[in-house]
């Protein structure tokens, strides 16, 4: 195939990308090839600061390097291309001393993990985030040729046009995700891996004795044992988007409002969310009824097991953990044990906030975050 036949097919690829954003890979090896590279990356940068990426197969352990090493703060050629603000792909040397190159441990890093030698560039985009493309090879290759760069500008604006419809469709697709929760009747908001809010369904906007906002577009909660939850649960997010399992955290009644569990989901990471950074699909449901949930309802709003399930309902029944421990046919140490974990599960700290938030009974407003 001719190289005008190699970039038309790639050009095809790229503005697929933008409805199947799984294929970025695809592309991002590409060009590699059309380089004379071994894979590349596809950073998003927002106003925060928040790095999202996408790698090529080749140079996974290179990025899991880059974040556990906390390269991104030693990287001596992303400022350097940021300033320059140029419109295109450069190569090492428009940004670097071959001296630099030769001693900066930067370098040292990326020769361990097989690359040493590329070219990238950044594009803005209109909603204020950089989107970035560094494409590597090895160090033992030697630098790039120049001569490459006409074919990998000729891609750039195709590759503007794609991640800039990535960014569309993404935040599109958080707006339908919460809508979608609303019309099951749950309040629902659809979160970056900081809190941010991307997106709301007016049953959660109708929440605002339970919900705040805070700063910079973050969602806070009046209750402060649950808002420490729930920014602790936030925190185990990383920046390339793996996340912790479901979990699930209780607020009391507060005021005229019932008490609620608030229901965080990890929203599995595509390359999608590198542009709108939907990492955390959030539900509400209420515990308005007085009745005591049924213990499947339990398993499911707090991860409580069979056991600790029975034991909930049974305290919520009024009954001694004496009389709990008879009627299963257990120590009493073992169901200290199991209520000690649906305490831990269930945010709640005595036997008497439980009940509380299992009844929907009012108790204590937490201090305000």
């Known amino acids: 195939m001719s190289r005008l036949g190699v970039e038309g097919s790639i050009i095809d690829r790229i503005y697929e990308t933008a409805f199947l954003p799984e294929l970025w890979v695809d592309v991002l090896d590409r060009i590699a090839l059309l380089a004379r590279c071994d894979g590349g990356f596809l950073f998003s940068v927002d106003a925060q600061q928040r790095v999202r990426a996408v790698t090529s197969e080749r140079y996974g352990p290179l990025l899991d390097a880059y974040v556990a090493g906390g390269w991104g703060a030693r990287n001596i050629r992303a400022p350097r291309l940021a300033n320059m603000n140029y419109p295109g792909f450069v190569v090492d040397y428009d940004v670097v001393t071959p001296h630099e190159a030769a001693t900066d441990p930067f370098y040292d890093y990326l020769r361990k993990y097989g690359g040493g030698w590329g070219t990238g560039t950044i594009i803005p985009m209109p909603t204020g985030d950089l989107v ?101 649960a936030v925190a185990e997010f990383t920046w390339n988007g793996s996340g912790v399992h479901s979990c699930s955290i209780p607020i009391p009644a507060i005021d005229n409002s019932p008490a609620c569990v608030v229901h965080l989901i990890p929203v599995r990471r595509r390359a999608r969310d590198i542009f709108s950074g ?21 398993n499911g709003l707090f991860d409580l097991t069979p056991a600790e399930a029975n034991v909930a309902r049974q305290l919520v029944g009024r009954h001694s953990v004496g009389e709990i421990a008879a009627t299963n046919c257990v120590s009493r140490e073992t169901i200290r044990r199991q209520l000690k974990s649906v305490l831990e599960k269930t945010g709640t700290k005595r036997q008497a906030e439980l009940v509380g938030l299992l009844t929907g009974v009012q108790l204590p407003r937490g201090t305000s975050p």
């Open 132 to 232: 970035v493309f560094d494409i590597e090879r090895s160090g033992d290759k030697g630098p790039l040729d120049r001569s490459v760069l006409t074919s990998l500008d000729q891609l750039r604006p195709h590759l503007a046009r794609s991640a800039l419809m990535s960014v569309r469709l993404g935040l599109e697709q958080a707006r339908a995700m919460s809508e979608a929760l609303g019309k099951i009747g749950l309040p629902g908001a659809v979160l970056r891996d900081d809190g941010t809010v991307l997106s709301t369904n007016p049953l959660m906007e109708a929440l605002d004795k339970q919900f705040i906002p805070l700063a910079r577009g973050r969602l806070g909660m009046s209750h402060r044992p649950a808002h420490d939850l729930f920014h602790a």
């Open 278 to 298: 939907a990492a955390i699909l959030l539900a509400v449901t209420s515990l308005a009824k007085p009745d005591t949930p049924p213990a499947h309802v339990l």
